[in-house]
């Protein structure tokens, strides 16, 4: 991947780090500053530290073993009458540790030799430029909100016996579960089919909030962002590495969102482009949300066969019916 965005990334996981062990740092000497019996624990393990270093020195392999484990033992004890008195003031030991972004690799970005989870999603942000990637707070299954869906059946205007207050939770409960499912082969994509304003854009945000939160990476393209991105590739004649990694990580990222479908401009071209793509991925298994305003009919006129049976196929179908909860909003904002 492109240098610079690397080295940029790393420098910020290093400050990251810096700052969450300094805080920690401050934090314990603002609370051992105020007992003079922490401090007072605190100098006798400096002291049996040192003096046994020093001890050390002159000593034998042998002494030296024994020397450590007296060491520990000592300081054990020690660290035992720190934590009682620490928790008589009414701390807890988390207090004092180091709050890092990422516990799993402690914003180091790697486990070992192998990138973490939070650095990989990180330079794909960068790469993809999808910063909105880096905050779901907004919208998560936290933020859900089944109010803005009516509990009353209307089967004549939704063609459903559900209430659309029904329907939305069933699919959110589908949402839940192929968010803990993205390693499952056998678990199905999702395909959200249905009007605008109806929570389709909300939901995909939930599922990659939710993805990356349990260690997984996401991208999330509208599909003209995505078709533009392809055709990018796809005609460049010398394939840096940027647009090159880009577009490989369209099969390799855990979980790919396209938003929009149907919004594109079409063309053969493209079209082959997107089914290889979503073929590839249902062939390795790695799992796709889509989005569309078009009904399975139209998918089928605008596209054909090959795209609408694979659909069907391999995608677990959730119709959103209901209010325009954009215009619920605007009603209650006013
Ligand atoms: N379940 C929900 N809880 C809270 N807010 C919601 C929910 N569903 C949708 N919204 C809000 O309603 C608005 C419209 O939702 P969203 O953009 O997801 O619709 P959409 O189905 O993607 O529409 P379009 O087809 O036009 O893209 C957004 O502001 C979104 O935050
Ligand atoms: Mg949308
Ligand atoms: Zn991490």
């Known amino acids: 991947m492109d240098a610079k965005i690397y080295n940029e990334i790393i420098k910020e996981y290093e400050n990251k780090r810096n700052k969450a062990l300094d805080e920690a740092k401050k934090f314990k000497e603002s609370v051992f500053e105020k007992s003079p019996e922490l401090s007072k624990f605190e100098k006798e393990i400096a002291s049996l ?21 007296n060491l520990e033992i000592k300081v054990k004890e020690i ?44 330079i794909l942000n960068r790469v993809y430029s999808q910063f909105y990637m880096e905050n779901f707070d907004e919208e998560c299954f936290h933020t859900f909100d089944f109010g803005y869906f009516s509990d009353k059946v209307n089967e004549e205007k939704y063609g459903s016996k559900k209430s659309p207050r029904e329907n939305i939770l069933e699919i959110k409960a ?23 304003g109806l929570g389709k854009t909300f939901l995909s945000n939930c599922i990659a909030g939710e993805v990356i939160k349990g260690g997984y990476t996401a991208i999330y393209q509208t599909a003209p962002m995505l078709m533009d991105m392809i055709t990018e590739y796809k ?7 940027k647009v ?67 659909l069907i196929g391999n995608f677990n179908i959730c119709k959103f019916f209901g209010e325009d909860v954009r215009i619920i909003k605007k009603r209650i904002s006013v």
């Open 244 to 310: 090159k990694e880009k577009y490989n990580q369209l099969f390799e990222v855990d979980l790919l969102i396209i938003d929009d479908l149907g919004t594109e401009t079409n063309t053969d071209f493209k079209f082959m482009e997107l089914l290889n793509i979503i073929n590839t991925r249902i062939i390795k298994g790695k799992k796709i949300v889509i989005s569309t305003n078009l009904s399975l009919q139209k998918l089928y006129n605008l596209y054909d066969a090959r795209l609408t049976s694979r």
């Open 235 to 241: 005609t460049s004649f010398d394939k840096d590495s």
């Open 174 to 196: 589908i949402s839940e579960k192929f968010c803990s499912s993205i390693e499952n082969k056998k678990e199905k994509n999702l395909l959200f089919i249905g009007d605008t």
């Open 79 to 122: 660290q035992e009458k720190i934590n009682e008195k620490i928790e008589k003031l009414g701390y807890k030991k988390e207090d004092f540790e180091p709050k890092f972004e990422c516990e799993k690799c402690k914003d180091t970005g790697y486990n070992g030799k192998n990138k973490c989870s939070c650095l990989k999603q990180k």
């Open 49 to 69: 530290t040192i003096s046994s270093m020093k001890k050390n020195l002159t000593a034998s392999k042998v002494e030296r073993e024994i020397e450590n484990q």
